[in-house]
T-cell receptor, first 112, second 113 residues
């Protein structure tokens, strides 16, 4: 059974800092790994998707890496802004159409 | 724990017909449900937010007249794909926020032929 964990649980940084969020999963046989953003009262917003054959994906100030062998993914946020404040979730999907297994999330606060 | 039941798990329909997908919260009340879809090799994308007793909120680019959402009770939300076309073939999944986390339904794989 897949289990996904995230470290740290919460993070507070001053504006402009570069930061790294960590995600670990126990079963390396994944279809893809996704990073989501969760804003209060709203649905999840997909940030980056990494297919099992890929090692990283980039979108703007975000970069996500995937190391299947070690069961780890990291989300790197460059030059953080107050608008980045949210909860960040990673999720592993075992196969297309299968349920996602989510990590508990990292609650990020970027202070102006 | 909180359970969300989604039916059907898979459906094949002819082009031009409509398909209804149900999402039920089994042991709790859900004032808000979320509908997502996922195309092969693509990420899960939020389609709309379903609010009990009021109109759903659709994400940009999602046709509200094509994807009808009804959230008539605190335990049931339905998504109807009207006049389905092959390009609507996708994996549809509902979700409910429970406490600090989300519970997802098991998803519906729709194939339009």
């Amino acid at each position: 059974k897949q289990e996904v964990t995230q470290i740290p649980a919460a993070l507070s940084v001053p504006e402009g800092e570069n930061l790294v969020l960590n995600c670990s999963f126990t079963d390396s046989a994944i279809y893809n790994l996704q990073w989501f953003r969760q804003d209060p009262g709203k649905g999840l917003t997909s940030l980056l998707l990494i297919q099992s054959s890929q090692r990283e994906q980039t979108s703007g100030r975000l970069n996500a890496s995937l190391d299947k062998s070690s069961g780890r993914s990291t989300l790197y946020i460059a030059a953080s802004q107050p608008g980045d404040s949210a909860t960040y979730l990673c999720a592993a999907q075992g196969n297309y159409g299968q349920n996602f297994v989510f990590g508990p999330g990292t609650r990020l606060s970027v202070l102006p | 724990g909180a359970v969300v039941s989604q039916h059907p798990s898979w459906v094949i329909c002819k082009s031009g017909t409509s398909v209804k997908i149900e999402c039920r919260s089994l042991d709790f009340q859900a004032t808000t449900m979320f509908w997502y879809r996922q195309f092969p090799k693509q990420s899960l994308m939020l389609m709309a937010t379903s609010n009990e007793g009021s109109k759903a909120t659709y994400e940009q680019g999602v046709e509200k007249d094509k994807f009808l959402i009804n959230h008539a009770s605190l335990t049931l939300s339905t998504l109807t794909v009207t006049s389905a076309h092959p390009e609507d073939s996708s994996f549809y999944i509902c979700s409910v926020r429970v406490g600090a986390g989300y519970t997802f339904g098991s998803g519906t794989r729709l194939t339009v032929v």
